[in-house]
């Protein structure tokens, strides 16, 4: 199952920071690669390909020149808040590919998998797909919506690490019109975060169905309710959690 994001990272220097979700890992995978290099990757390389593909929701890291916290450029005015307008200079911008869902499926395939992508993308998701396709992915059950694009996260990072993001969920509210039902057979499914009403549907196909599925609802853990996070742990083969996560959980569910 799949739940796809695109993103851009910006910033000033060579050191940035994502800030995607509470599971914080490194991202150092030369992502600006052709997909068919990826298995002519130098041998300094294989630490570093898990972390790359791990991370939960690529982003727009827009680094700042002029730091936002106080005692610095007086640009955010407390005062006039309710009419709040403003402008940053941008060094430098970067685009990255990922989502969870995409993120883990990339993975599967350096492991020497076939995984399949199941999920809904946007207008702007055909070259994603070609590159993905060409690393070993399957993407024929992604469901493009013409009239939307695949959900972004942008964030701007000025130098001391304070940011401004925005995330667009896009095609992603259209998750909920596919199905397992119509899928086709699956061994396993993994329901990363995605859709809160389509996790939990998917969740509720998969026991149906008798399909094994994980429990991975990441940054969503956040948005859902504890009842809907229960849901998902019914039936469950596996239920994936950072320890952030695992107390919004505990305090959602009891």
Known sequence: HVGLYLGVISRTDRRYRLHTEPRQRKDRFDDHRAPQEKRELDSHHRDNRDHRV???????????????????????LPEHFERLSLSFHV???DKRRGGCAPNIAYTLALLGERPVLMG?????????????EAAGVDTSLVKEVPEKFTASFFCSTDESNNQIASFYA????????????????????????????AMTQYAEE??????????DPGQQCAR??????QDGFEGSALVICND?????????TG
């Open 224 to 229: 859902m309710s504890g009842p809907e996070l």
């Open 91 to 93: 060094d430098t911008m």
């Open 206 to 215: 998969c026991r149906t169905l008798g399909i094994p599925f994980i429990w």
């Open 244 to 252: 952030y996560e695992f107390e919004l959980i505990r305090q959602k």
């Open 54 to 76: 791990l991370q939960g929701v690529p982003d727009d890291d827009g680094a700042l020149r002029q730091p936002l916290r106080r005692g610095g450029a007086d640009v955010i």
């Open 120 to 132: 809904t993308a946007g207008q702007d998701f055909p070259e994603y797909r070609r590159w993905l």
């Open 170 to 197: 896009g095609a992603m509210t259209h998750a909920s019109e596919l199905s397992f039902r119509t899928a086709g057979p699956a061994d396993l499914v993994i329901i990363s975060p995605n859709d809160p009403a």
